[in-house]
């Protein structure tokens, strides 16, 4: 992406998170997938798995630096990064972000965030031990540059953790097309494909991965069916826990599924 377009993104982009501004289509996309979801994750404790196993892939950090990718203003484990970490650096488009990120940081020892395009020449830091990005590398349309800018900025061994959207289950291809055009972030927007889960396979060795909401998905049809709610959480607990063990190992079940964590490596070179 040239740089031209690449700043008029990064404007657009810092001004939808600051204003949380919508277009109908947009408000109406999120509030049935943040409902029904949300729910969904809340009573299969998603969330509480995902939170877990983020946090044994970072393993020890005593000695680690750290890059929180896209932070915005921090979630819960850019905390536990922050005050676990030799040295923390959390960066994000959104000076509003940043701010609120800044303050929070004050009494933390060799933490610090900055307002910083990952992708810029300004961007200076380098040799990490990890990079964390929640939510954060399905935001570059540019796979191959954001391969190339997270090799140079790791260490040699060094990890990266990540967690983002696919558009590899064909339901939820279909309903994103309908979607998209009417999307306020579609410019920023790029749900993996498995085309773009190829190349980070081949750019990176990839420690371990899990994915969530395949079978868990339908979870919120079960309650249409006649029979209790125990059975229902039960079912969709079961559901939840095969889509979990299956990702590791079987990408047939992986690209089924909604969203993706990933324990990634820097080769040795």
């Known amino acids: 992406m040239k740089s031209e377009e690449r700043n008029l993104v990064n404007s657009k982009q810092k001004e939808f998170y600051d204003t949380k501004q919508k277009n109908a289509a947009t408000r109406l996309w ?17 969330e509480r798995d995902i939170y ?15 890059l929180d990718l896209g932070c915005y203003a921090g979630n819960s484990l850019s905390f536990y990064l922050a005050q676990n970490s030799k040295e923390y650096l959390g960066i994000d488009l959104s000076p509003k972000g ?42 570059f349309k540019d796979v191959d540059e954001l391969i190339v800018r997270l090799r140079e900025k790791l260490k040699p061994g060094g990890e990266i953790v990540s967690h983002d959207p696919l558009q590899t289950s ?26 773009t889960y190829y190349k980070f396979e081949k750019a990176f060795e990839i420690k371990e991965r899990r994915a969530v909401l395949g079978k868990a998905k339908w979870s ?41 964590s990933l324990r990634m490596k820097k080769r040795q070179t």
């Open 30 to 46: 999120s509030y049935f997938r943040n409902g029904a979801l949300n729910r969904i994750k809340k009573q299969l404790g998603v």
């Open 52 to 66: 877990e196993l983020h946090k044994s892939w970072f393993g020890d950090l005593s000695q680690k630096k750290v």
């Open 98 to 139: 940043i701010n609120n990120l800044s303050r929070r940081l004050e009494k933390i020892p060799g933490a610090r965030a900055e307002v910083m395009d990952f992708l810029s020449e300004d961007f200076k830091e380098k040799d990490f031990d990890l990079i964390y990005a929640y939510g954060v590398l399905h935001h």
């Open 170 to 195: 064909l339901p939820i291809k279909f309903i994103r097309s309908i979607y998209r055009p009417f999307q306020s972030d579609k410019a920023w927007e790029w749900p993996f494909s498995k085309n």
């Open 220 to 260: 919120a049809f079960i309650s249409f069916l006649p029979i209790s709610e125990e059975k229902r959480i039960q079912k969709a607990k079961a559901w939840h826990s095969e889509d979990w063990e299956t990702s590791l190992d079987s990408d047939e079940a992986m690209f089924k599924c909604m969203h993706l």
